[in-house]
């Protein structure tokens, strides 16, 4: 049986993307809590140290493993060996520390950070760009390939891969090295489908996040063209099963499929409404009663 490890990302406490949320929770509150729930791994945010001794020091404290960490590519704007070149603290860091995957996406041009532009704003490429940037993908996911680490692209709203047309068109275009991040949460914000991503791509999925998302919350948002960020405030994701994703269905294809990586409860919160320790051992709870749902082996 495919054997998977649950993770979360530390939104649940404190956003990189909005700072003021959850400014003043210290990481080892993070940590202690999502050990708490039963969280196996955690995935990088602001707080964590970025030298592999420190980072190591402080997981090891709470029996955590380094699922991945975000980094924000810009080959639109440079080279790939310009990419290759800046990519290397942050690769580092992953190998020295066992991570397997990086999480990747392209931020040139993304509004995904700026609360006074809403969504519909969002970048759109030209045949031009996607040529760039497709080229300068399949140049960094062979080089990561070499180095041990897979690229997991992260598709993602408000960003120049955000529909499922942008993930099939970015897919069909690079070779296998080019892994997908499948997002539950982001994928159905955009109108695309989950199950229909995993059958056609389940052997380039290499990183799964389970963000669950509310419907009526979305649909008030694009009725308003508001932000992501005003999405966020007002509640627009949340931990698996507190929402209106199913996810049963395109996790039982990974497993058919044989998917053996992370499932990571990702739920940008304000953790002054969604209290993070109660919403983290939900998280935990329901990923795993899922997954097991689905048929996959929980790793401890």
């Known amino acids: 049986m495919s054997t998977v490890r649950l993770g979360i990302n530390p939104l649940t406490w404190t956003n990189d993307d909005l700072p003021s949320l959850g400014a003043d ?19 990088l945010g602001n707080k964590f140290p970025r030298t592999p001794e420190a980072l190591s020091r402080v997981l090891g404290r709470y ?49 995904h950070g700026h609360q006074a532009l809403p969504l519909s ?14 080229a300068g993908l399949d140049a960094v996911g062979d080089y990561l390939e070499e180095q041990g680490v897979q690229l997991a692209y992260h598709h993602h709203l408000g960003t120049v891969v955000e529909s499922q047309q942008d ?18 949460g ?13 059958r056609r791509y389940a052997a380039r999925i290499n990183h799964v996040h389970c963000k669950d998302l509310r ?21 627009l994701f949340t931990v698996p099963g507190d929402g209106n994703v199913d996810f049963l269905p395109a996790l039982t294809h990974l497993r058919e ?8 409860v990702e739920a940008e919160q304000d953790p002054e409404v969604a209290h993070p ?16 749902q689905a048929g996959f082996t929980v790793a401890d």
Not at 29 to 41: H, I, Q, T
Not at 186 to 198: F, N
Request: aromatic share 8%; with cysteine; hydrophobic share 40%.
């Open 277 to 292: 320790l109660t919403y983290a051992r939900m998280g935990y709870r329901n990923l795993r009663a899922l997954a097991e």
């Open 25 to 43: 929770t210290p990481l080892e509150v993070c940590l202690e809590e999502g050990r708490e729930a039963g969280f196996a791994g955690f995935e």
């Open 167 to 184: 993930v099939e068109r970015m897919l069909d275009n690079t070779g296998d090295s080019v892994g997908l991040l499948l997002d539950f």
């Open 257 to 264: 499929a044989d998917y053996r990586g992370w499932l990571v």
């Open 63 to 111: 029996d955590l493993e380094l699922v991945s960490g975000w980094y924000s590519a810009r080959l639109l704007e440079r080279s790939p060996q310009e990419e290759i070149a800046a990519i290397q603290e942050h690769l580092g860091l992953l190998k020295a520390c066992g991570a397997k995957v990086m999480v990747f996406c392209e931020v040139s041009r993304c509004i």
């Open 186 to 198: 982001h994928l159905r914000g955009a109108g695309g489908d989950p199950l229909a991503v995993a």
């Open 121 to 134: 704003r969002r970048p759109l490429l030209s045949d031009a760009d996607w040529q760039r940037l497709t």
């Open 215 to 235: 419907l009526p919350v979305l649909e008030e948002l694009r009725n308003r063209d508001k932000s992501f960020l005003d999405g966020v405030l007002d509640g």
